[in-house]
């Protein structure tokens, strides 16, 4: 029952700013995790961000620490993913996850998340 829909994904300047959303249907956010990962081709995914959907509270990869946010709408039924200064190497599929049991405890861990969205590719040209 529980849903996740990614978009906002486009090519985009390096150095540009882009925003994706995860439309989020079926799910109850009080106490719970969502994040964001992303999957260059041939690799691992890879945790860009997180968020306590009950407090707010943050988290982010190294890679993109300082130029991406994470962030919920006033209702809570869509998560925000803010890319700014972005790099070729922000090429990717990204994608939402959520975690309907924790707090975002160990929220890099992808065996954590219950529910994923389909992924919505970012291209970061030169």
């Known amino acids: 029952q529980v849903q996740l829909m990614e978009s906002g994904g486009t090519s985009v300047a390096a150095g540009g700013s882009l925003r994706l959303s995860c439309n989020v249907s079926g799910y109850y956010y009080s106490g719970k995790c969502m994040a964001w990962f992303r999957r260059v081709s041939g690799n691992e995914r890879e945790a860009v961000a997180a968020?306590?959907?009950?407090?707010?509270?943050?988290y982010y990869g190294d890679s993109v620490k300082g130029r991406f946010t994470i962030s919920q709408d006033n209702a809570e039924d869509i998560v925000y993913l803010q890319m700014n200064h972005l790099k070729p190497e922000d090429t990717a599929v990204y994608y939402c996850a959520a975690d309907i049991h924790d707090l975002c405890l160990n929220w890099r861990r992808r065996t954590i998340y219950e529910y994923w969205g389909q992924g919505t590719q970012v291209t970061v040209y030169h």
């Open positions: 968020i306590s959907t009950g407090d707010g509270s943050t």
